[in-house]
């Protein structure tokens, strides 16, 4: 198949990013809105974003955060905590404007610290949500020390994943950011209410990106990178066109200061290059043509919402990612910084 020079497609969405908050925000929020149309906005502030009256005011501060003219919609989510109420769930519903619920293990990533021990402690309100329609969107990872850091999804799959779809039949789930090919499975031979997103750095990079001729810390995330045969099996799910599996950057940005450090932080970057990364994924699996349910289809319909009707133009087109971007008071470092892109993302006009 001949690669086309051009590429339309109706406008994606972006179904996990952190926007953060603050001064940093307005920065990163730019790149965010010049790529998608919608976007699932992470909870894992500090204080996280735990009830409908926290994400009322972050939801607001991010409108405020928008470039002039953006017509950018947040899709506001809760951080679930032991403490979080059925009654919580029920007003959340009826906001219309809270579209998930995230369950981070505590512990298992960038604060996570007041995310969930034990999920026995959150059973009427995983039912609530379960009868609700209102999603949990996952980060699989288990925060056993005992588990080798590469097995931790598998065996949260394994130890919480399977018994939690087993007792919430109907419960809408999506396994974020997933790296394994035992996710891949999972996800499969799940219930059609049982979805994944997958990253651009899961599709495009193996384990090896972590220490090519040293540490590198901006390829640093959580779930961390995996072995070749799993980053072959993500890249086969998104390329079959199985509506289970759709887009999800997990762009998380950290100041450069944080992530070069003797103790880096976890999270990568890819607001800037998200879609354009994405369609180099999808053109090295020969499957350009499954690109656009992935990113602009199958996430939407699964939440339940309407497509979006305008389009995007991508040109086959490359060019050379700055090497940083500013973040408030501080720089990142952007996935593939000083390197090249092989798409390019037309502007809206
Ligand atoms: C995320 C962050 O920095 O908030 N980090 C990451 O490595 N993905 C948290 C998360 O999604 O795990
Ligand atoms: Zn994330």
């Known amino acids: 198949m001949t690669t086309p020079a ?6 994606p969405d972006d179904w996990h990013v952190h926007l953060r908050d603050g001064e940093g925000m307005r920065d990163v929020v730019a790149d965010t809105v010049r790529q998608f149309a919608r976007a699932i906005v992470m909870p894992n502030l500090k204080p996280p974003v735990a009830t409908v009256a926290q994400a009322e005011a972050y939801r607001e501060r991010i409108l405020a955060a928008l470039p002039k003219g953006s017509d950018f919609t947040p899709l506001m989510t809760l951080y ?10 029920e007003r959340a519903r009826r906001t219309g404007w809270i579209h998930a619920v995230k369950y981070y293990p505590a512990g298992a990533t960038t604060h996570s610290e007041a995310g969930v021990r034990d999920l026995a402690h959150c059973r ?12 949990l969107l996952i980060h699989g990872e288990v925060t056993d020390a005992a588990v080798d850091v590469f097995d931790r999804e598998r065996v949260f799959i394994e130890r919480h994943l399977i018994p939690l779809v087993q007792r919430y039949p109907r419960l809408k789930v999506v396994l974020e950011h ?18 994944a997103t997958v ?7 193996n384990r090896n990106a972590l220490f090519q001729g040293g540490v590198r810390p901006h390829y640093y995330c959580l779930p961390v ?7 072959q099996a993500l890249v086969r799910a998104v390329a079959s066109g199985n509506p289970k599996f759709f887009l999800g950057t997990d762009s998380a940005p950290h100041a450069r200061n944080t992530k070069e450090n003797a103790c880096g932080c976890a999270g990568i970057y890819s607001a800037h290059a998200a879609l354009e990364l994405y369609a180099e994924a999808f053109e090295a699996a020969g499957a350009l043509d499954r690109l656009e349910g992935f990113a602009s289809h199958f996430g939407a319909d699964f939440y339940g919402l309407p497509r979006n009707t305008s389009r995007v133009t991508l040109v086959r087109e490359s060019w050379t990612v700055p090497a940083g971007h500013p973040f408030g008071q501080d720089t990142l470092v952007p996935l593939r910084a000083g390197e090249q892109v092989a798409w390019r993302l037309q502007a809206l006009n």
């Open 225 to 231: 990178l995996k072995r070749e045969e799993h980053r």
């Open 6 to 11: 051009t590429l339309i497609l109706t406008r």
């Open 124 to 135: 009427e309100t995983l039912k609530a949500m379960e009868d609700l329609g209102l999603p």
């Open 178 to 195: 997933i790296t394994t090919a035992s996710a891949v499975k999972f996800v499969l031979t799940a219930e059609d209410n049982v979805a």
């Open 199 to 205: 990253t651009p750095h899961h599709l495009l990079y």
């Open 80 to 89: 679930l905590t032991e403490a979080t109420l059925p009654l919580e769930i």
